[in-house]
Nanobody
Framework: QVQLVESGGGLVQAGESLTLSCAAS????????MGWFRQAPGKEREFVAAISFSWSSSDENYSDSVRGRFTISGDNAKNTVSLQMNSLRPEDTAVYYCAARAGPISVNVRLYDTWGQGTQVTVSS
């Protein structure tokens, strides 16, 4: 079983950057796909980015709304996944969640069975 703890949220102005981190405890990190999702007030939780690792390569995916502005990365040795967020917009304001699933990356929130507690990101205009 993997446990996840997010950090790095905060309040920034539009155009600024922020980096979120997710620390994963547990074994077999390489077998998991890691995703970032977000949920704004009154809205459903939505996919942001995901990454998975194999022994020889990695695979990534991004939502259209963040592609080109956000970058997901991971460190197998440290069991961490980060989300570098650049050119932030007010519409990026949400609670951001780290999630894991034992399998390939997916944009489907229902396929992730392990979640962190979430971290608030607020972007002012």
């Amino acid at each position: 079983q993997v446990q996840l703890v997010e950090s790095g949220g905060g309040l920034v102005q539009a155009g600024e950057s922020l980096t979120l981190s997710c620390a994963a405890s547990g074994r077999a990190f390489r077998r998991y796909a890691m995703g970032w999702f977000r949920q704004a007030p009154g809205k459903e939780r939505e996919f942001v980015a995901a990454i998975s690792f194999s022994w020889s390569s990695s695979d990534e995916n991004y939502s259209d709304s963040v592609r080109g502005r956000f970058t997901i990365s991971g460190d197998n040795a440290k069991n961490t996944v980060s989300l570098q967020m650049n050119s932030l917009r007010p519409e990026d304001t949400a609670v951001y969640y780290c999630a894991a699933r034992a399998g390939p990356i997916s944009v489907n929130v229902r396929l992730y069975d392990t979640w962190g507690q979430g971290t608030q990101v607020t972007v002012s205009s």
